[in-house]
């Protein structure tokens, strides 16, 4: 066993060597849940309410689907209340404003119990922890519990959980042809592509359509438009209208020189 | 706590849309009157705060939660002390995503 680190718990990862480190690097990565490869875990903040609704995928392994993705680590911030120590957790029930959650923090060291002893009723504090569910039930297992001392950390919390609601969601309509992170960058990006990889052109053809502008069009944009706008060969962009169209992503309105973006932007 | 029902964020205007209900403020404490106290909201308007816990010096900032009963004015069950330094600016934002575009990850 490792010599206890007391440096706030980041290092308690390292010790216990359960978890890759980059996973405790959880505020930046609270939003940029962007890479969802198997390979990086995925800390999301969210708020109870949002755990309460989350779509349960899998009753056997727990699998929760929140705006798209399943996080593999949560963080919340709420209230404790009904704090209960016993040998081998502490538990307690989390309040947050937007509902309630209950929370077990498993003790096997001094390093987890003193951590646990500052935590009182009433308090605010920050957990990571993974969500599960049992019987039914939903509850979290928290890996770290700290209390707020800096109270804009509430606001910080909430404006996390929008920020990565946003983020997450705004992910999920995108068409999956590269990884994520790139899809923001050739969304913006000017048609250089003269190499015309299909992939490229097809994103920004499905980005022409999902701009407010177009989805707010009751019978969406014409194939003309779409070849003015971004200046390619009119077969190119038939070809990628013929893709989107096929796999759902835009659908044709009043002949088929119309096509509108079938997700609600 | 009452747990059964989620406390909705508010700032002086919107403290009026949820009258009855349960809600939570963060005030700045201008003055101590007797068992009420009168706090700044977010949005810079005055106020009152009726209930117990009234140990929170002026001018410190202090979340409020309880029931909504008058246009400026709470009956608190709660009041937390969050000290001196609090950016009410960006509270005050947070009360109006949550109420507004974002109103479903929080209500």
Request: aromatic share 6%; charged share 20%.
């Amino acid at each position: 066993m490792y010599a206890n680190h007391y440096d706030g718990g980041a290092s308690h990862f390292h010790g216990g060597g359960f978890m890759p480190s980059q996973a405790t690097q959880t505020p930046d990565q609270a939003g940029s849940s962007k890479t969802r490869s198997s390979t990086t875990s995925t800390t999301v903040p969210l708020t109870i309410k949002q755990i309460t609704e989350a779509f349960h995928l899998n009753d056997e392994r727990a699998d929760f689907l929140i705006d798209g993705v399943e996080p593999s680590l949560v963080k919340l911030l709420g209230r404790v209340l009904n704090k209960a120590e016993r040998v081998t957790d502490v538990s307690f029930l989390l309040d947050d404003g937007t509902g309630s959650i209950e929370v077990t923090r498993w003790v096997s060291d001094s390093f987890d119990t003193d951590e646990m002893t500052k935590i009182e009723n009433g308090m605010y504090v920050v957990l990571i922890g993974k969500l599960k569910a049992f019987q039914g039930k939903r509850h979290i297992g928290a890996h770290a519990v700290r209390p707020v001392q800096d109270f804009n950390q509430i606001t910080l919390h909430f404006m996390e959980c929008i920020h990565a609601h946003l983020d997450n969601s705004r992910k999920a309509t995108a068409v999956p042809a590269t990884t994520s992170a790139m899809n923001d960058m050739r969304a913006y990006q000017t048609l250089n592509v003269g190499t015309g990889a299909s992939g490229d052109i097809r994103e920004v053809v499905l980005s022409v359509f999902q701009e407010p502008a177009s989805l707010a069009r009751e019978n969406g944009l014409h194939v003309n438009e779409i070849i003015r706008r971004l200046g390619l060969q009119e077969q190119k962009i038939r070809e990628a209208i013929e893709y989107h169209v096929e796999v759902g992503n835009i659908y044709s309105t009043i002949d088929d020189d119309h096509y509108k973006s079938a997700c609600n932007g | 706590m009452d747990t059964s029902s989620p406390t909705v964020f508010v700032n002086g205007e919107l403290l009026k849309l949820y009258m009855g209900r349960r809600v939570r403020t963060v005030v700045q404490v201008i003055r101590n009157e007797g068992g009420a106290v009168v706090g700044q909201s977010t949005d810079n308007q005055q106020l009152t705060v009726k209930g117990p816990n009234q140990s929170v010096p002026v001018m410190h900032f202090m979340e409020v939660i309880g029931v909504a009963d008058g246009p400026q004015s709470i009956r608190a069950e709660i009041c937390t002390d969050f000290g001196s330094n609090f950016d009410m600016a960006s509270y005050n934002g947070l009360c109006k995503l949550a109420n507004g575009q974002f109103k479903n990850l929080f209500l």
